[in-house]
């Protein structure tokens, strides 16, 4: 049975220890969408390191609808925040792609989280900074993650615990509900990241940690998609000497 405040210490103990060895007068810089991840990662880091050593990056790409519970977040935490609109820099490299090439759908999508990744960087350069990766476990299981792009940083926090672990442990933190329970949004097609997957993160999250799963086409589903994008989780191939 999952032991949310024991996770949560744990994982607050290991973030500190990541610093000790990493960074000891960093900063952690994280990347707010105004979803749970995003949110409990920042709560964490707040918990272990304080909220002066903490530093959110807002980064809609034009106009974003939801932008209100990133600054819920940053505000409920009272972490220094910086806003970065990415749309210039979206719209720039793809009307500087060679008229000859055609634009994939998938490029298009996968752009916003590359550039923002570069962002996150850029700004954990200029505040003596590390970049929190906010991915979790079930997201990672099926791929559901931008390769380059949201799938990377420089510590991980949650990448082992499902949607359904960590919702406990944002109750715990003292989220504000409508943070924790937000309905997840990919954040590149505008549908809710059940609509694309075709199963619930209840449904995921009971098989990825008992194996069990009723729906037998939905079990075929996960299975296809986890082998396929397993390659994400996976160093770059190298050619060995």
Request: glycine content about 8%; proline content about 4%.
């Amino acid at each position: 049975m999952f032991n949310a405040e024991k996770i949560k210490n744990e994982c607050v103990e290991w973030i500190r220890d990541f610093f000790e060895k990493n960074g000891a007068d960093c900063n952690a810089v994280v990347g707010i969408s105004g979803g749970k991840d995003s949110s409990i990662v920042a709560a964490l880091c707040v918990e272990a390191l304080g909220k002066d050593r903490v530093i959110g990056v807002l980064m809609p790409q034009g106009e974003q609808q939801d932008i209100d519970m990133a600054y819920l977040l940053v505000n409920h935490l009272g972490i220094k925040h910086f806003e970065v609109n990415i749309k210039d820099a979206v719209d720039g490299i793809l009307k500087n792609m060679p008229a000859n090439l055609e634009i994939t759908p998938q490029a298009v999508q996968n752009l916003p989280p590359r550039i923002r990744m570069s962002t996150l960087y850029a700004v954990s350069q200029c505040c003596n900074g590390r970049v929190a990766n906010t991915c979790n476990l079930s997201e990672d299981w099926v791929g559901y993650s931008t390769r380059y792009g949201d799938s990377v940083g420089d510590f991980s926090p949650i990448s082992h615990m499902t949607v359904t672990e960590i919702k406990e442990i944002g109750y715990l933190l003292g989220l504000p509900k409508e943070l924790v329970d937000k309905t997840p949004i990919d954040g590149l097609c505008g549908k809710s990241d059940e609509e694309n997957l075709g199963f619930t993160y209840a449904e995921l999250d009971v098989y990825i940690r008992t194996g069990e799963i009723a729906d037998k086409a939905k079990k075929e589903i996960i299975d296809k998609k986890h082998k396929a994008n397993l390659f994400k989780l996976e160093l770059m191939p190298s050619f060995k000497i």
